[in-house]
């Protein structure tokens, strides 16, 4: 779809989750130049509003800040409560993050925490909000998924799990949704410098081998109305093609090659 159209196409309010930093920041700035008005939600209020300050400064658009922690049921359902005035039009569930490490070595609280966050927070926003474009007969949902979600990786266990699950969730509701005007899709980075790296306790890796946050999203945006998913860089499209080709072993056995190396690199 044409970036110009994406105001048009979805309305006057994009919401986007994990908008203090990274690919959610990026997501803002650039919808905000297409002239939609932004609903940032993240747990830092202090990124979030300064972000806000130069988004509403620079392109003239509203811009509501939303401090919100999405592994919280009862924040989701203020979230929700706090944008029931406006058409959220466009929902990006960016929101996410790893741990990197054997499954066993990470406490089951924070193995819990992964999964609110990375899961049960878009299916609540996606089941809202979606249900409403559906009435509308428009709308979008993105999901940020990851180069991960094509195979099992060992020291990415849960990520890699949580991170396929947002994928066939995209997929299915891809098809769903379409006859009514939504567009659904699944956004598929490999690496990418943003503070993920730092949060995975793998900054090194990223730093060295990461495509930049704008040009991922501006993919995604280009995508969105186009595409089921779109996978991020020919390297990682290759990666991708290659997980159809080889035996589920074979490829969850070389992804543990690649992860001994990210942990190694975070040390």
Known sequence: MSRSNLARRYGPWALVTGASSGLGEEFACQLAREGLNLVLVARRQD????????????HRILVRCLHTDLASPED??????????????LLVNNAGFATTGDFLDTSVERSLELLDVNCRAPVVLSHSLGGLMRE?????IVFTASLAAWQSMPGWTLYAASKNWNL???????????????????LCPGATRTEFGAVADARNF?????????????????????????????????VAFCTHLMPRSATAWLAKLVMDKVVKSGR
Do not use: S
Request: proline share 2%; charged share 30%; glycine share 10%.
């Open 76 to 89: 989701i359902e203020r979230l929700l409560l706090d944008v029931d005035d406006i058409e959220i039009g």
């Open 136 to 140: 509308r007969r428009r709308g979008g």
């Open 168 to 186: 066939m969730l995209a997929e299915g509701l891809h098809f769903e949704l379409k006859p009514y005007g939504v567009d659904v899709l699944a």
């Open 206 to 238: 990223f730093k060295a081998n990461a495509m930049d946050a704008p040009e991922v999203v501006a993919i995604g945006l280009a995508a969105l109305g186009r595409e089921v998913h779109v996978v991020t860089g020919w390297h990682n499209r290759l």
């Open 47 to 58: 990124r979030l509003e300064a972000l806000a300050m130069r988004l509403q400064e620079e």
